[in-house]
């Protein structure tokens, strides 16, 4: 039978773990952009298994270190070194991005957490300072790490910023650790961004999903 | 026969005592993920002169605290196995990569458009230096600091898999102590 004893050691034995309390007190502050620089991760990953190498890449320089984004930003900031990666598939060219910030069809800019835009749009906006059109944005997705379940109005959100992405956009999703049963159902109409729910190492299906939607798309888009 | 010496709602209570003493922040939380409750569906007989017997909708209830229970150790994973995953993940990831070269953007591209040009050598397969900004850009001088003071970023620090085995097995071991489906 188990004992109170038994499950105050277990507790102990998770909460003082070297990867308990006192890893997350420190990682804490930037969970959210740590999930971020996970998916960004996830489209290496992709790069890589379709044949292609990424390659890591600042905006002023080698990245050492790699900075990413702490909040939204433009792609042609200055203020830091920040990070990005680079592919070339069947000759195209593209670029990677975190937390970087575009120019809906509106007019209005919006951030994407994660993204996968084309190369010469990304260049010609650091050399003339702009934000990037929506039409150089080939997948963007959101990412969002909840120890709960999933706010409903994050979805909707996000529903809205892709709607005023253009139609040059291939693929979308919205990413988490977590899930939530009526988001799933309002992200299924065609066009909706995908429900990549539960999407963390701890399942392993689910980021192979993400990741062979990123290379079914860009293997539509390059021919390749 | 139970196979437990405390109930479900003795055992969340403890949970949530036990993580109030070292983080209230993280008690809170964990709380109010417990306190955000379920959708379950209630029916209840149509009125008069209506095809269907019975009209079914949509309710809020509080978890009852076997279940809470699981809520709360979802909570707990995400923030203890999850987290550290994530950054082990990123960090295998970026490895793998190569870092471009002093390379900016005033720099044209390559002609060559098939292979990767510029790239520092013997920075594949590489563990990378990965930081998270902690001072945004926001707050900054407009100069681009080649190499910020530590302070300003969060770094993200490798995890010896040892210890991602290791908080694997204690989740799995609190998780069996917490399951009470068969009682």
């Known amino acids: 039978m188990a004992t109170l004893t038994d499950l105050e ?60 984004r702490g909040a939204p930003g433009q792609i042609h900031s200055t203020s830091r070194n920040y990070g990005y990666a680079e592919f070339i598939l069947n000759g195209d060219e593209f670029e990677i991005h975190a937390g970087v910030e575009f120019k809906g069809s509106s007019g209005m800019t919006h951030e994407l957490d994660v993204c996968i835009m084309r190369a010469d749009d990304a260049d010609r906006c650091r050399q003339q300072p702009d934000d990037p059109p929506s039409a150089s944005l080939v997948a963007g997705w959101e990412c969002k790490f909840y120890a709960g379940n999933l706010e409903k109005g994050l979805g909707r959100s996000f529903v809205g910023l892709i709607d005023d992405m253009g139609t040059n956009l291939r693929l979308s999703g919205f990413c988490s650790n977590s899930s939530h049963v009526q988001l799933k ?12 729910f539960n999407m963390t190492p701890l399942e392993p299906s689910n980021e192979n999903i993400f990741v062979n939607q990123i290379k079914g798309a860009i293997k539509k888009l390059t021919g390749a | 026969m139970s196979n437990h010496e405390y109930t479900p709602q003795a055992a969340l209570e403890l949970l949530i005592r036990k993580l109030a003493e070292r983080d209230p922040t993280l008690a809170a939380q964990v709380r109010a993920v417990v306190d955000q409750g379920k959708d379950i569906q209630e029916s209840e007989s149509a009125s008069r002169g209506r095809k269907k017997k019975y009209r079914v909708y949509r309710k809020t209830v509080p978890y009852p605290y076997d279940e809470a229970l699981q809520v709360a150790v979802k909570a707990l994973a995400a923030c203890f196995v999850e987290q550290p995953m994530l950054i082990d993940s990123c960090l295998k990831n970026m490895a793998q990569a190569p870092v471009g070269s002093p390379r900016g953007f005033r720099y044209p591209r390559a002609p060559e458009k098939r292979t990767p040009v510029d790239v520092l050598p013997g920075t594949e397969m590489h563990e990378k230096d990965v930081r998270i900004e902690l001072r945004t850009e926001t707050q900054l001088s407009a100069e681009i600091e080649a190499s910020p003071p530590i302070h300003e970023m969060q770094p993200l620090s490798p995890i010896p898999p040892d210890q991602i085995a290791e908080q694997l097995r204690n989740l799995a071991r609190l998780k069996a102590l917490l399951d009470f489906r068969e009682e």
């Open chain 1, 9 to 68: 050691n277990a507790i102990d034995a998770l909460l003082d773990h070297p990867l308990g309390l006192g890893q997350y007190q420190l990682v804490r502050r930037v969970e959210e952009k740590a999930y971020e620089a996970y998916v960004f991760g996830l489209c290496l990953r992709a790069v890589r298994e379709l044949g292609a190498t990424p390659v890591l890449r600042g905006i002023s320089g080698a990245p050492i270190p790699f900075v990413f």
């Open chain 1, 185 to 196: 159902d309002y992200f299924q109409p065609q066009g909706r961004p995908h429900p990549h």
